[in-house]
Structures are given as C-alpha cells and as structure tokens.
C-alpha cells in the first residue's frame, strides 16, 4: 500500500479507526449542545463545533422563520445578540435551503449565487464556502450551516460529510430548543398582554386609555406608530387624542373617509403592504408632514354587542409587513380594550358635559342657584354671590328659606308653587333684599326634571339684576363705548379728566362718497351708512377696540383706550383686515342687488395720545387728541395716492407680535409735519383674485425700492417690471415706474434722502 493510499484511508470516515474518531466527535458535539439550555448558546456551540471540525475561519447558523420566510442567524454582540434576516430564496444558504443538498463552492465569487455585498459591508473576504442543510429525522429541514474559508486546502467530500453528520446529530436538540423558546417568548408575549390590558383597563380618562393603547399598539407590533379613532355618533366623526404641547388635542375626519373610515363602515379589518398602490390611501398628510406611509393594518374596535366604536390603525412595521399574527394579535387586543374605551369615553363624555354646565353657570351675567327636591343648595354661581353680597360657604348647603330669609319670603311661597305645579314662574322687576341693601331683579323659578321619567330633580331660582347702575349701564352703551361707560359708572376720575397713554388709532374713510350721495339720496345715504358701520364697528368691538366718533362717511377707533393689552397693535390690525374682507363680502351682496359697490381707505398709527371728555359742561365727548392721531388721518389719505386699502407707520410695524403680509411704501413727510416716517401697506385683505402672487410681487417690489433709494433707476424699474408681471394691476408698481422715469429725466442730486413729501391731508 502506497502513502497517498494510507493517507486516504485514515482521512476517509469509512475507515475503522475514522468511524471511531467521527462518532467520539458527534458524541462530544452531540453532549456539548445538549448541555446547554438556552437556544442562543446551541447556536454557538453547534456553529463552533462545524467552524472547528472541518477547519474554517468562520461559521453560521440559519434557522428557518416560517412567519416570515426568512432565514435568521444570531451574532454575539457582548452580552446581547443581533438577529441578521435574509430572505429563503436568496444567496448560497437559500440555495441548500430550498433544494436540501449539501454545496462546496471553492470560489465564491465565480459563484452567481453568492452575494457579494456581504464581504463588502464587513471587510471580510470569502474565498471557498461549505453549506449544508440542518435536517430533522422525520426529514424537515429547518434551517443550513455555512462555514467559510477553509484554512489548509479546499473543501472536500470528507467536509461535507463531517458537516452533514453533525448537522444530523444535533438538530433534534436544535429543534426542541427552538421550540421552548418560541414557547417561553409566548408565554412571555401573553403574560405581558395581560398586563397591558389590565393597566389599560384601570384607566378611566379617555386621554390616557388612547394613549396607552396607541403606545401598546405600536410596541407590540412593532412599529413606526399607531392612531386609536373612536366615533363620535353625534357628528359621524372619528376623532383621536393627539399630543399638542404640554396638553392633548384632537384630530378629527368623516367615518366613511380614507382607510379608517373603509375599515369603521364595513366592520372589515385592512392590511395594505404597500400603502402607495392602494386607491383608498390618501398622500396628502404624507406630503404634509414628510411622514412616508409604507404599509397599514386597521382593525375595527367592536364592543361587547358587536358594534362598531372605532378603529385601531397601525403604520410601517420596521421588519417587513404586517402579517396575519398581527392581525390576530391587534384584533384580540383591541377586543379586549372595548370595554375600557367605552368607560373611559362615556366619563369622558359626563365629564365634558359636567364642565361646560358649569363653565356655562359661572359664565353667565345672571344669579343662579339649584336646590335638590328637599329645598337644599346645590350649586350656585359667582354672579348669585356678587348679587346677594356672599360667599359660597354661606350659600351651599344650606336650606333655601334660611338663605333667603324672612325679607324674601315671597321667594318661597312662588318656589313652593313651583314645586307643587312642575310649572315655571317668572317675577319681572320686583325687589330683593341682601344683607340690608336692595336690588331690583327679574326672577325666574324653574323646576329640574330628569329628561327620561320626568322625575322630579329640585328647582332653580335664576336672578337677573336689573338695578339702577344696570339700567344707566345699558342706556349709556348706546352712546358711546362700553369700556368708557363702565369706568364712567365706576366712579373712575381718570377716565374723566386728562390722561397720556400710549394707543394705536385707525381711521377709515369711505372712497368717493360725495359721488355715491349723489346717487342714492338722503334716505338711501342714511341707510347705506347704518349698515356700513354696524359692519365696520362689530369688527372692531370685536377686538376690543373703542369707537372713538363717526365723522360724516369716516370713523376714529382706539385700541389700548380706556383699557390696555399687551397686543393693542395686533388687535387693530386684526380689526382693519376683518375689515376690508367683510366689506368684500358686503359688497358682493350688493353687486348682486344691483346696488353700487363701497370701497375705503385704512390708516393706523400707534403713538402718545391724549385721552378725556373734552367739550363743555353741557355735552362732552370722550375722545383722543395729539400728533398721533393726526398721523393715522393722514395715512388713511394717503392711502388714495398709494392706492391702498390699509397704510400703517413704521410705529405700529415694529411693535407687532403676529405675521402679516406687507411692504414697505414708502418714507414721507406728512402735511403739516417735518419729520420722515417710513409707512406700509398691509396685503392680507386682498383676495387672490384681487392681488394675484402676493409674496412674488412683495419681493420683486422691496429690490426695486432699494434700487429706487439707491437712485438706481433702471435696475429699480427692472424689478418693479418684474413685480408687475405677477400682478399687472398692481397701481403702486406702476407709480415707482413712473417716478423712476421722471426721476431720469430730472436727476434729484446727491443730497436726495428718498423722502416724499405730502402736499394734501
């Protein structure tokens, strides 16, 4: 016998002394993975043992995910491991999956199989592969052992036998590991169920429930996030809870709309894997937010009766799509949360309705007072405590007749009436008495009554205070501002005599009027002029602003007089926009009648002004004097050369706090006047239709005005061409053309300063 002869036969497992050594191995193998209880350390040991018997560099082990159809191997990372997931059709290893052959391959990258991109991602270069598949005796392969690079020589048929037969021998004990842990992760998966739906359950505010079981929803399936909608039957509106800041806030949508409304009307649950070829998925949040929706599971929420009372949808699972254990699971989930949002929303909903009946009780200008059906306070407002001069402790609890006493006695004798009757009784202008001091009121005596048996609940007494400082109140309203009419009552000397405060003042005036006099009529001027200014002073009594005085077709407003706020410049501006658009919408109204459409002028100025009743001793007037007065007249003039709707000063500008639309018009010295000041026109009032492009022509415009201060001409037409080309009806733009050309053919010289003076009021 020669020496490669001998050689073969000591190599070759059919030789007696190799049998033996081969089977020594598998029965060590075979011990060692056995000794170990979790899957993770059989993993290591059986890809230690297959790297080290048939002498390669590295190894792994792919089991089988029947789920997902994918093969999965565990790396040590520390103490952790990291799952790495291939699909079963891919690369070598998906290769002896599917045709369950052993395969040696002793130049990977001839290969077409093997997959490249592996060796790129981690430096490491393979060179020859050993795979082969991890069958089971009843003959199930559930998964393949690769080894890589052997260290001397090439893989043999010897390799692969040795690979196969290890393989053999351990995969009983591989599969019944596997099978524990998936028991034990069950297990695992539903004790902590439990737990979930046992916090979830324990929960009565609605806007914690939602949260938890959007929090669950996503972890459990784990996935980008996840949306409870429940429905509101009153509105047919599915609504969620939705974090805004420190507090929660709503986002509401139809119940027949979009995938939730699909999956709330048909009561059938959704999983969409690609949300894009869907024609029932809507883009248009994505395109709002920059979210990128991939796939969608929505299930109905349905409660113990088999209604309907929501839907859960969960967005993007981070490996692959949704598969049907998901489903099972959400679906099992939300059933038995039902019960828990149903609670939590009913509370929800008794506590909302418990608010708003007291927000609306404390709320209200009249006394109330509830009593139970044996004549005890219940409830009472603090308008009831201001009228009958006291505090709540002297009021709840205790009886009705000790409350009103003696002095009020005809109180009892009507809510003993009312109480007998179930009827209503109101007293109209009669006299109360509190703590010595009288009070003229209307009094209303109600009887509460449940809604369903019309069972008798107790009474309320409602007190309307209608004394004397009501009455000179409400008469004194009609004549000049509220705010000044309070103070007035009051008693306040201030308001009476001179103070210097800092305001903003508006002045509006209507275009062409002595015109539209002409047409109309007195009757028909008067009538023109009621309604233009009740529309005109709602926008502003709206704000919080005082009418100042009606000059002719022209009004006077204050905002910071008699009372201040921190955004009085706000507030007009607010007031002159609301302004000009429902003056726009007056006027269509009009065109429509076939009546002759109103247009007007805005300026606004804030400044030092002064404020008191000026007059005589026999009629004052409760008004505002001073240069900044006189200022916003002025630009509401000025507003015809500029032809603008609202002009403001560069005073009001810098004190704003909100965002506005504007430009600069301009640097002008009023009439009258020495110093410059820098005016804008206000754009929000237009309407597209009326000013097309608005922030093209905003930035076309602000470079040519720096080309005109520059005394750049012709750059400065330039732009202000190109701002007219966004808006060809823009007269302003035409202007600046128009000064530029004069301005070239009659050079202003080098000590121009950019300020336009103001020949008119």
Known sequence: MTAKEMTVEI????????????LEMLMKVSQQVAAHGTLDAVLHEITKAATEQTTSERGSLFLYDAQTKELYSRVALGEQYREIRVMADEGIAGYVFNSGEGTIINNAYEDPRFN?????????????????????????????????????????????????SLTAQCAVTLQATQNIELMQLTRAKEMEFMDVVSDITSEIDLGSVLQKVMLESTRMLDADRATLFLNDSKSNELFSKVAMGDSLGEIR?????????????????????????????????????????????CVPVVNKRGETIGVTQVLNKRNGTFNHEDES???AFTAQVAIALENAKLFDDVQRIKNYNESMLQSMSNGVITMDDTGGIVTCNDAILKITDS??????????????????????DRLTKVRETGTSDMSVDTKLIFNGKDVSANVTILPLLSNEEHKKLGSMIMIEDISSEKRMKSTMSRYMDPGVADQLLAGDADVLGGLALESTVLFSDIRGFTTLTEQLGAQGTVSLLNEYFTIMVDCISREGGMLDKFIG???????????????DEDRAMRAAISMITELRDWNEGRTKAGLV?????????TDLVVTGNIGSPKRMDYTMIGDGVNLAARLESACKQYTAKILISENTKVKLHGTYRMRAVDTVIVKGKTKPVAIYEVLDGYSAEEFPEVMDVVGYFTAGIEHYRNMDWNKAISSFKKALRANPKDQLTHSYIERCVY???????????????????
């Open 553 to 567: 077709d022209a009004l006077m407003a204050g905002f910071g007089v008699p009372i201040a706020h921190d955004d």
């Open 11 to 22: 190599l070759t497992p059919t030789s007696e002394n190799s049998k033996i050594q081969h």
């Open 597 to 605: 459409a109103v247009d007007m002028g805005i300026g606004i100025n």
């Open 116 to 164: 490249k991109t592996v060796d790129q991602e981690t430096g490491f270069k393979t060179d020859k592969i050993l795979c082969v598949p991890i069958r089971t005796p009843r003959g199930e392969i559930i998964g393949v052992v690769q080894t890589l690079n052997k260290q001397v020589g090439e893989f043999d048929e010897i390799d692969l036998h040795i690979l196969e």
């Open 329 to 331: 699971r959400l679906k």
């Open 391 to 412: 505090v709540e402790e002297e009021v709840i609890g205790k009886l009705a007749e000790d409350y009103f006493g003696i002095e009020n006695q005809w109180i009892m």
């Open 743 to 761: 301005f070239i053919e009659n050079p202003p010289g080098d000590t121009w300063n950019g300020v336009w003076v103001l020949t008119s009021k």
């Open 253 to 297: 949508l139809p119940n027949h709309a979009g995938i939730a409304g699909a999956v709330f009307t048909s009561k059938k649950t959704v999983n969409i894997p690609y949300a894009y070829a869907d024609m029932r998925f809507n883009p248009a949040f994505d395109k709002q937010t920059g979210y990128f929706t991939r796939s969608i599971l």
